[in-house]
């Protein structure tokens, strides 16, 4: 095992991994082709459809290379029927990402947009669902990543189901780290990438979902080829391999964090990212500093601080000062507040954000800003 330096990344993703991580990169090299390697494919696939709580006979898993993103864009170019619409239940940064994706497609859509400081309306999702008989699809995102809300899946795909759509949830910074059943949460497809609640390395996203959605949409307009579910899904499902060339080294440290991800046990990893979180309102707490979400709405993985009204906050020299000390924070995603953001994902403890909050005094006081932070209201 080498020595590798830890750093502590408290951003939302990609997250701090472990060695044994890391290191089930460095493999034999392997032709993706050859059947041993399809055979790793298909474990990967199943375990993903485990850890949404799927029915291995009813759903199934489809694997793609790129981030979160790529999901967005696949679902919604692949599962929208013609001349039906799109519902964007639409609260944040990560959901306008979905209507930008309609956007571009020319997909028609309805942007349901609300404020980035709440839980969207089941009223007003209702009374657009009762105003729009042709909507086909609705979409929203589970945990708001750009603020740390948690929004109302169950609730809002209940209304989906009852008015004949399909629900589709990007659940890219809650899966794995946060209860989720697709079934009991009325969810048709959810999606991620290995970087997040798996611990795992960038560049493989899954999405994981019903099989007889995805075998219907194969008649749907065909408005990509390389970003197409049904296609993706056809080719696994006839070879075992993606159709086009996977990362493999990505693929290998996939299937060493679910080991690890089984290991330590979905109750004990949700409980541990849990106290992660207090662990930061604790931290803020004993800073002065705020966060700008109502703590009942929080989804226990984020936090967004707002910037103290102090005249020599720079959030520049604060993030360098802990980057040089081993601990990334990042910007926030408000466009009309400042603020940053402190995320209790990947394999850190409350012991890690002790230390963080050591660093970040020392950061303060070099840089002459008060402590208690001062708010003007």
């Given amino acids: 095992m080498m020595n590798i330096k830890r750093n502590i990344l408290l951003n939302p993703g990609p997250a701090t991994t472990t060695d044994t991580v890391k290191m089930a990169q460095v493999v034999p090299d392997i032709c993706p082709r050859e059947h041993d390697f399809?055979?790793?494919?298909?474990?990967?696939?199943?375990?993903?459809?485990?850890?949404?709580?799927?029915?291995?006979?009813?759903?199934?898993?489809?694997l793609f290379c790129g981030s979160g993103t790529i999901n967005i864009d696949i679902c919604l170019n692949s599962l929208l029927p013609e001349g039906k619409k799109a519902l964007i239940v639409n609260n944040g940064a990560y959901s306008s990402r979905a209507v930008e994706v309609c956007q571009y497609y020319g997909l028609h859509h309805i942007d349901l947009r609300s404020s980035v400081f709440e839980q969207p309306s089941l009223n007003e999702v209702e009374r657009t669902?009762?105003?729009?008989?042709?909507?086909?699809?609705?979409y929203t995102t589970h945990h708001e990543t750009g603020t740390g809300i948690l929004n109302p899946i169950r609730e809002i795909g209940a209304m989906a189901h009852a008015h004949g759509a399909i629900f589709v949830v990007d659940t890219t910074s809650s899966l794995g780290m946060v209860p989720f059943d697709l079934h009991q949460d009325n969810v048709d497809f959810c999606m991620a990438s290995a970087q997040k609640g798996l611990m795992a390395m960038s560049g493989l996203s899954f999405i994981?979902?019903?099989?007889?959605?995805?075998e219907r949409s194969k008649d749907y307009p065909k408005r990509s080829y390389y970003c197409n579910l049904f296609l993706q899904y056809d080719f696994f499902e006839k070879s075992g391999e993606m159709h086009f060339t996977p990362p493999v080294q990505t693929v290998y440290a996939a299937i060493q964090a679910f080991k690890e991800y089984w290991a330590e046990g979905e109750e004990a990893k949700f409980a541990r990212h849990h106290r992660t979180f207090e662990a930061i309102h604790r931290g803020l707490e004993e800073l002065g500093l705020r966060d700008v979400i109502r703590r009942d709405i929080q989804s226990g993985l984020v936090v967004s601080v707002k910037y103290p009204d102090d005249p020599n906050w720079d959030f520049g020299r604060v993030h360098d000062y802990c980057y040089e000390h081993g601990f990334t924070i990042y910007p926030g995603k408000i466009s009309t507040t400042n603020t940053f953001r402190l995320c209790s994902l990947g394999t850190i403890d409350v012991k890690d954000i002790e230390d963080f909050f050591v660093v970040l005094k020392e950061a303060l006081v070099k840089n002459n800003i008060q402590i208690p932070a001062h708010y003007n209201d």
């Fill in 38 to 62: 399809a055979g790793l494919m298909k474990g990967l696939r199943e375990n993903c459809v485990r850890m949404a709580h799927g029915d291995l006979q009813k759903d199934t898993a489809v």
């Fill in 129 to 138: 669902l009762d105003a729009n008989p042709d909507i086909a699809l609705v």
């Fill in 208 to 214: 994981v979902g019903s099989r007889e959605i995805i």
